[in-house]
């Protein structure tokens, strides 16, 4: 085993959004200072880097639902303190279906905000409806809970940029975006003036502890161990990896999924058109040859069959801002992490073309894309029934905070504030125990979620 050369009292093996939340909660929640980040690539570099940044307190279960609620708290408290450095903004989701009854969704509803509170679903209907789309006065004077506009002629009224047979829609008002980036950078300073460290190298084996044995290298070869009495495998796509050097094995698969930012020449998006999300599926619009020519080839078979719900589309940027990011996570096939996915190249078409089918106007960049445009992307690491894992491993002292698919930025000051009061052996909300690798041992949560209908994937 590689010479011990460090000793710390926590060592986080992954300095992502995750890794250093828990980081920085560990110092401002507990006074827990001695704590080493150990990163092989550059901090919040990896998944952290392709978040599309976007938040909302939607979810179909409760404790989903709970969770983002307590982290969106957290992002708030340090938007406060900052002068808002952390660009948090509350225009919303704006979730659209052309069905002008969708009690699915609406019972959906109903669930996700059951034991929040009264009156956070609100329905409008008719002409003389109330309801008030805008941020105007802030995102601290922005409702709770969620506006339903049901039928054309409403929607149409206050969304007059959506296609026409646009016939309901869901705006989740606790919701919206920020600099997941901003907020990375401001939890690593934070915690490097508490007095904790970062080290670039990567972690290439682990002894069981406690203390745990850290074999580390660096970018120039140098090996060195660290030991540590806990240890939090914070990894991201590689948490599997992690957990196999300690004997163990995590219940995640990797999905990638992507995304393509591109400068809205045409002006075809509102710059201030909250994050939108069409929720119907669809079948793309190809000529007829083109849809035998994907239905011959098994790689593309499945893009000529009517495919799921869920493209979204915002402006990026600001309102001074010219560019628009557009992703759909229709993607199920599990992959072996790498750091650097190949992209599907025929993803910027496949998502053009969805996305027009709502914003009409994005139609003119079918097959005319600006040069600059961006094709980018990362894993979802998940659980099947798409909750997390953050709590202890098998192993004594060995915790995970992981397979946050697509709700890491949004959730990580949750996940860090819960994992770092467990250490520290702090009271825990109920909450805690269904969001880690315990609630595998309850049988009748995990068929109830694996029965879910819809997971909340996004
Ligand atoms: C296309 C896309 C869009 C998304 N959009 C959103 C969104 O709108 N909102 C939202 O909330 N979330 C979104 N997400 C999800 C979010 O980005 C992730 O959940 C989050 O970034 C995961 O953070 P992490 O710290 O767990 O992982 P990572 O950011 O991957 O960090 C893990 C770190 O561990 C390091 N590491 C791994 N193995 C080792 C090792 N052996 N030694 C040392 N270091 C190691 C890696 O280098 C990496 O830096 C999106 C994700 C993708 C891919």
């Given at each position: 085993?590689?010479?011990?050369?460090?000793?710390?009292?926590?060592?986080?093996?992954?300095?992502?959004?995750?890794?250093?939340?828990v980081?920085?909660?560990?110092?401002?929640?507990?006074?827990?200072?001695?704590?080493?980040?150990?990163?092989?690539g550059?901090?919040?570099?990896?998944?952290?880097?392709?978040s599309?940044?976007?938040?909302?307190?939607?979810?179909?279960?409760?404790?989903?639902?709970e969770?983002?609620?307590?982290?969106?708290?957290?992002?708030?408290?340090?938007?406060?303190?900052?002068?808002?450095?952390?660009?948090?903004?509350?225009?919303?989701?704006?979730?659209?279906?052309?069905?002008?009854?969708?009690?699915?969704?609406?019972?959906?509803?109903?669930?996700?905000?059951?034991?929040?509170?009264?009156?956070?679903?609100?329905?409008?209907?008719?002409?003389?409806?109330?309801?008030?789309?805008?941020?105007?006065?802030?995102?601290?004077?922005?409702?709770?809970?969620?506006?339903?506009?049901?039928?054309?002629?409403?929607?149409?009224?206050?969304?007059p940029?959506?296609?026409?047979?646009?016939?309901?829609?869901?705006?989740?008002?606790?919701?919206?975006?920020?600099?997941?980036?901003?907020?990375?950078?401001?939890?690593?300073?934070?915690?490097?003036?508490?007095?904790?460290?970062?080290?670039?190298?990567?972690?290439?084996?682990?002894?069981?502890?406690?203390?745990?044995?850290?074999?580390?290298?660096?970018?120039?070869?140098t090996?060195?161990g660290?030991?540590?009495?806990?240890?939090?495998?914070?990894?991201?796509p590689?948490?599997?990896?992690?957990?196999?050097?300690l004997?163990?094995?995590?219940?995640?698969?990797?999905?990638?999924?992507?995304?393509?930012?591109?400068?809205?020449?045409?002006?075809?998006?509102?710059?201030?058109?909250?994050?939108?999300?069409?929720?119907?599926?669809?079948?793309?619009p190809?000529?007829?040859?083109?849809?035998a020519?994907?239905?011959?080839?098994?790689?593309?078979?499945?893009?000529?069959?009517?495919?799921?719900?869920?493209?979204?589309?915002?402006?990026?940027?600001?309102?001074?801002?010219?560019?628009?990011?557009?992703?759909?996570?229709?993607?199920?096939?599990?992959?072996?992490?790498?750091?650097?996915?190949?992209?599907?190249?025929?993803?910027?078409?496949?998502?053009?073309?969805?996305?027009?089918?709502?914003?009409p106007g994005?139609?003119?960049?079918?097959?005319?894309?600006?040069?600059?445009?961006?094709?980018?992307?990362?894993?979802?690491?998940?659980?099947?029934?798409?909750?997390?894992?953050?709590?202890?491993?098998?192993?004594?002292?060995?915790y995970?905070?992981?397979?946050?698919?697509?709700?890491?930025?949004?959730?990580?000051c949750?996940?860090?504030?819960?994992?770092?009061?467990?250490?520290?052996?702090?009271?825990?909300?109920?909450l805690?125990?269904?969001?880690?690798?315990?609630?595998?041992?309850?049988?009748?949560?995990?068929?109830?979620?694996?029965?879910?209908?819809a997971?909340?994937?996004?």
């Amino acid at each position: 085993m590689t010479p011990v050369r460090e000793t710390a009292e926590v060592a986080i093996v992954g300095a992502g959004i995750v890794g250093i939340a828990v980081a920085h909660a560990l110092a401002t929640r507990h006074g827990i200072r001695d704590v080493v980040l150990v990163e092989e690539g550059e901090p919040m570099g990896l998944t952290s880097a392709q978040s599309g940044e976007n938040y909302r307190n939607w979810w179909p279960h409760p404790v989903m639902r709970e969770f983002t609620d307590l982290s969106t708290g957290l992002m708030e408290a340090i938007a406060r303190t900052t002068g808002n450095r952390i660009r948090l903004t509350r225009r919303g989701y704006v979730l659209v279906t052309r069905d002008p009854r969708p009690a699915g969704l609406l019972a959906e509803l109903e669930a996700g905000y059951a034991g929040a509170g009264a009156g956070l679903i609100r329905l409008h209907e008719g002409a003389g409806a109330a309801y008030r789309p805008g941020e105007e006065a802030g995102w601290e004077a922005v409702p709770d809970g969620v506006d339903v506009l049901l039928g054309q002629a409403l929607v149409r009224r206050h969304f007059p940029h959506l296609a026409p047979d646009a016939a309901a829609i869901l705006h989740i008002r606790r919701a919206g975006d920020l600099s997941g980036q901003a907020l990375g950078q401001y939890m690593l300073e934070t915690l490097r003036e508490a007095g904790g460290r970062l080290r670039r190298a990567r972690v290439i084996a682990i002894e069981p502890g406690p203390p745990f044995r850290i074999a580390t290298e660096a970018p120039d070869g140098t090996r060195a161990g660290i030991a540590a009495r806990v240890l939090v495998n914070a990894a991201g796509p590689f948490i599997g990896r992690i957990a196999a050097m300690l004997g163990e094995t995590l219940p995640v698969r990797n999905v990638l999924q992507q995304k393509l930012a591109f400068e809205d020449r045409a002006g075809v998006i509102p710059r201030d058109m909250a994050f939108t999300i069409d929720l119907d599926p669809q079948s793309l619009p190809w000529t007829a040859e083109e849809r035998a020519l994907l239905a011959a080839d098994p790689a593309t078979a499945a893009l000529a069959q009517p495919m799921p719900g869920g493209i979204h589309c915002r402006p990026e940027g600001g309102p001074g801002g010219r560019w628009i990011k557009l992703g759909w996570a229709y993607n199920h096939a599990a992959a072996e992490p790498v750091r650097a996915p190949a992209l599907l190249p025929h993803f910027p078409d496949i998502v053009l073309r969805a996305a027009s089918r709502l914003h009409p106007g994005v139609a003119a960049y079918v097959g005319r894309l600006p040069r600059a445009a961006t094709h980018y992307g990362g894993f979802y690491t998940m659980t099947e029934e798409n909750w997390p894992l953050v709590g202890p491993m098998r192993c004594p002292g060995a915790y995970v905070a992981g397979a946050l698919s697509g709700f890491g930025t949004m959730a990580a000051c949750a996940a860090g504030a819960l994992l770092a009061d467990r250490i520290a052996g702090a009271a825990l909300p109920a909450l805690a125990a269904a969001l880690s690798p315990e609630r595998q041992a309850d049988a009748a949560l995990m068929a109830a979620l694996r029965g879910q209908a819809a997971k909340g994937v996004l």
